[in-house]
């Protein structure tokens, strides 16, 4: 964990802002681009700029913390941390053990991708991240669901013909069947699941709850929430306002600097809890 | 030379790529396994021996105590036990602090799924720096690792001293050493050559075990591994590449068979030593199948 820190507070202190609180937050630094480890070895994505940005206009100091996926939600319980951003959905099965804050991302599209256009969705062997909404769905849709602990993997393991299809957030997926270059397609229908992606909270913390809500809304009615998407997702990313139907899209040119390409899928990983 | 990877190609991009923030964590991960193996060794041996003499007493209830922490952790799966072990000794140390440090706290430490101390009980603080909070996750790393393989230990070192010759301690007794005595002259110094194989066995899963690691939040090289060599799109690193965790993965294979290589040359040594001089019926024909089993 010696990446993860994140000091969310040096902008705090720039701006001339007190903090005295200091919250920790954790991300699973395995989603991109939701979250992900950089080059530099610390935490990076959507959600590690869009947390400091809510800590700043909340005042809070806030540190990063990166944790197993499968243990995330055990230990936000246990208060180890404070609160999670990792691409987590809103689900009525999470929301029994911890609280959301309104959905900073909206439901996005769930996607098969596949090696051929003709794999078989429904009879044959789906590959899935463990303990996300998509493996739930996979689980009920009578196809047969193969689990791995982190998306690359499940990924992967279409590629090396383990299974037929893999089934996750488009957006986490559309930049891997781009790089795949033809070798990946997208198949089937796009499926929505979840109801967007929130802030986990510990359900007796209904201050910080009240806080991030309050931020969570004023970036979403001044439109920097938006553009915080578009950054990341690309400029034809569902926003917020929800005006748009997604399309689908093309693949998109990579920029030379790194920056995450405009044409980047929307994605929105609903994944499933941990614990 | 590394500002713009893009350019680069050849041994030079290579150079860059391993040298990146992340690649540096990758190799301090590897300080980080074998300083948990370095201390984690030796307090499971601890733990071991004193379950092994718990178990032998002969007084029921401490006979009780070694026997059951013997059979209950090793009857549980170990993940189960990473998982929410720790998650209970985190809380147990929190709580205890909770009752000290804040008395006059009205609410209560569960509130629904909740596990709720006073600030001030937190372990470590939140306004700790993080590399407190990572030193305490190692900590509580090595407590569990050293439970789990001392149980198993304990079974190794508890059939051990049952295995030496029972002429050996009553010719002891016969000397007129007391219990203790011949316990500590006789029973110890000989069951080593009967523990070792069985030692060396958990040293060896130990080792492997390490991966664990990261289920209790310290980073360890199977975690950067995995992270590393997953595919990389050019959108969110300089250095993109596809899919090359058989790499790393091989990387790992190597570093673990040459590890576990030395542990068995410095083990086989070990056992040389122990046994010589060891004039016991058996004896020899026990040193050969040991020092086999070590082998293979």
């Given amino acids: ?275 | 030379m590394c500002s713009d990877p893009s350019s680069l190609h050849g041994l030079s991009w290579f150079l860059c790529y391993l040298t990146t923030g992340k690649h540096l964590n990758f190799y301090a991960s590897f300080g980080t396994v074998l300083l948990l193996l370095a201390v984690t060794a030796p307090v499971a041996l601890a733990l071991g021996f004193g379950g092994a003499m718990l178990a032998r007493s002969r007084i029921a209830p401490l006979a009780w105590i070694g026997k059951a922490y013997i059979a209950v952790v090793r009857g549980v799966p170990d993940i189960a036990f990473f998982l929410f072990f720790v998650i209970a000794l985190d809380q147990a140390f929190e709580y205890l602090r909770h009752r000290i440090k804040c008395p006059d706290w009205n609410q209560p430490v569960y509130q629904g799924n909740d596990f709720i101390v006073c600030d001030a009980a937190k372990l470590p603080l939140s306004t700790s720096p993080q590399w407190m909070h990572e030193v305490y996750g190692f900590f509580l790393a090595v407590i569990t690792f050293s439970i789990v393989f001392g149980a198993f230990a304990a079974n190794v070192i508890f059939g051990a001293m049952r295995a030496v010759p029972r002429a050996q301690i009553e010719t002891a007794e016969a000397y007129g050493m007391t219990h203790r005595q011949a316990f500590w002259r006789v029973l110890v110094p000989q069951m080593w050559v009967y523990a070792l194989p069985g030692l060396s066995n958990l040293w060896m899963v130990l080792i492997k075990a390490t991966p664990l690691l990261f289920l209790l939040g310290v980073e360890d090289i199977v975690y950067w591994a995995r992270d590393l060599g997953g595919s990389k799109t050019p959108q969110f690193t300089s250095f993109p590449h596809g899919d090359w965790r058989m790499w790393y993965f091989l990387f790992l294979l190597v570093f673990y068979l040459a590890f576990t290589r030395v542990s068995e040359i410095v083990l086989d040594r070990l056992m040389r030593r122990l046994t010589h001089g060891q004039a016991m019926s058996g004896n020899a024909a026990l040193r050969d199948s040991s020092t086999a089993e070590v082998r293979t």
Avoid at chain 1, 2 to 15: E, F, K, T, V
Avoid at chain 1, 58 to 85: E, F, G, K, Q, R
Avoid at chain 1, 141 to 164: C, H, I, R
Wanted: proline share 7%; hydrophobic share 40%.
């Fill in chain 1, 1 to 275: 964990m010696r990446n993860l820190i994140l000091a969310a507070g040096l902008a705090l202190a720039a701006s001339g802002a007190w903090a005295q609180d200091t919250v920790r937050l954790a991300t699973e630094g395995a989603y991109p681009p939701y979250n992900f480890i950089n080059d530099q070895g610390q935490p990076d994505g959507f959600e590690i700029e869009l947390g400091n940005a809510l800590c700043e206009r909340a005042s809070l100091t806030c540190t990063w913390v990166t944790n197993d996926w499968d243990s995330i939600i055990p230990n936000l319980v246990s208060s180890n941390y404070d609160a999670i951003m990792a691409g987590m959905s809103i689900t009525p099965e999470r929301q029994e053990v911890i609280a959301f804050t309104q959905n900073y991302l909206p439901p996005a599209p769930s996607a098969y991708a596949a090696l051929s256009p003709d794999a078989d969705l429904e009879g044959g062997t789906i590959a899935v991240q463990s303990g996300t909404i998509q493996a739930a769905h996979i689980a009920e849709s009578g196809a047969k669901p193969l689990e791995f602990a982190t998306g690359e993997e499940s990924v992967a393991a279409v590629q090396n013909g383990e299974a037929d299809a893999v089934f996750a957030d488009k957006d986490f997926l559309a930049p891997l069947v781009e790089a795949a270059g033809g070798e990946l397609q997208f198949v089937s229908e796009d499926v929505s699941l979840g109801n967007g992606i929130g802030v986990g909270l510990r359900q007796s913390d209904t201050e910080l709850k009240g806080k991030l809500d309050e931020v969570i809304t004023a970036m979403k009615a001044d439109g920097s929430l938006n553009e915080l998407i578009t950054k990341w997702f690309g400029p034809e990313a569902q926003n917020l306002r929800g005006l748009r139907r997604r399309r689908h899209r093309g693949l998109h040119p990579v920029t030379p600097d790194g920056a995450p390409t405009a044409g980047a899928p929307v994605p929105t990983k609903e994944d499933a809890p941990r614990s």
